[in-house]
């Protein structure tokens, strides 16, 4: 159907969904054949997907619509980095995107659903968002006075071989309360060799200004 449309050289290209219902070996293919045809033809594709990862791999822009409106327009760099809400970041796949439920300018801290960070570098200028980096989250193994210091329940592990990583999803819920420990989860990335760490395992971090970024 690809070969058909182009018969007739057209200057745009329009595919809905073109991997829809394929098995991961032939999407890989046909995501390489369009990537080699696009270069090729030196012709603007529309590519329409719901499967972020897609658009990452194929476009060199990429404009988030959500509930029919236009949201955000930029290099998937810029919309990973620099999202404008809290709906494009969840839509961009980032991971560790929460609502700030409120802001104390006396003890300057925010307010999240799992509890509170307190800003020491950062200003607060009214921002709706709060993306913490899970590279810069520091795991604690020993008590600290630090005012960041959250307890938390290790969900799972991912070993990442080609970046050296394990991705920890921990549970940042109140222990004690079913409802709320089902519902808050944090990714935190750390060195494979960093700390030997198991599912199930109870541990503490921190978040310091640097892990944030808020908008």
Same mark, same amino acid.
């Given at each position: 159907?690809?070969?058909?449309?182009?018969?007739?050289?057209?200057?745009?290209?329009?595919?809905?969904?073109?991997?829809?219902?394929?098995?991961?070996?032939?999407?890989?293919?046909?995501?390489?054949?369009?990537?080699?045809?696009?270069?090729?033809?030196? +012709?603007?594709? /529309?590519?329409?997907?719901?499967?972020?990862?897609?658009?990452?791999?194929?476009?060199?822009? !990429?404009? +988030?619509?959500?509930?029919?409106?236009?949201?955000?327009?930029?290099?998937?760099?810029?919309?990973?980095?620099?999202?404008?809400?809290?709906?494009?970041?969840?839509?961009?796949?980032?991971?560790?995107?929460?609502?700030?439920?409120?802001?104390?300018?006396?003890?300057?801290?925010?307010?999240?659903?799992?509890?509170?960070?307190?800003?020491?570098?950062?200003?607060?200028?009214?921002?709706?968002?709060?993306? !913490?980096?899970?590279?810069?989250?520091?795991?604690?193994?020993?008590?600290?006075?630090?005012?960041? $210091?959250?307890?938390?329940? /290790?969900?799972? /592990?991912?070993?990442?071989?080609?970046?050296?990583?394990?991705?920890?999803?921990?549970?940042?819920?109140? $222990?004690?309360?079913?409802?709320?420990?089902?519902?808050?989860?944090?990714?935190?990335?750390?060195?494979?060799?960093?700390?030997?760490?198991?599912?199930?395992?109870?541990?503490?971090?921190?978040?310091?200004?640097?892990?944030?970024?808020?908008?």
């Amino acid at each position: 159907s690809i070969l058909r449309a182009l018969a007739n050289s057209p200057k745009i290209l329009l595919l809905d969904e073109p991997f829809h219902n394929l098995d991961a070996q032939i999407k890989d293919q046909i995501v390489n054949y369009i990537k080699k045809l696009q270069s090729i033809m030196n +012709i603007t594709i /529309i590519f329409v997907t719901h499967d972020i990862k897609e658009a990452k791999l194929l476009a060199d822009k !990429i404009l +988030i619509l959500i509930e029919g409106k236009m949201r955000q327009f930029g290099t998937s760099k810029e919309l990973s980095f620099l999202p404008n809400s809290y709906d494009v970041a969840k839509a961009m796949g980032l991971p560790n995107v929460f609502k700030i439920n409120k802001f104390n300018r006396d003890s300057n801290y925010i307010e999240l659903d799992f509890g509170k960070i307190y800003l020491k570098g950062i200003e607060y200028n009214g921002e709706k968002t709060v993306l !913490i980096n899970p590279n810069n989250i520091k795991v604690e193994v020993l008590d600290t006075s630090d005012k960041n $210091i959250f307890h938390c329940v /290790i969900e799972g /592990i991912i070993f990442d071989i080609l970046t050296s990583k394990q991705i920890l999803t921990v549970n940042t819920g109140d $222990i004690n309360d079913k409802k709320s420990f089902n519902e808050h989860y944090l990714d935190i990335s750390l060195n494979i060799e960093e700390l030997k760490l198991e599912k199930n395992q109870k541990i503490k971090f921190c978040i310091n200004d640097d892990s944030l970024q808020l908008f």
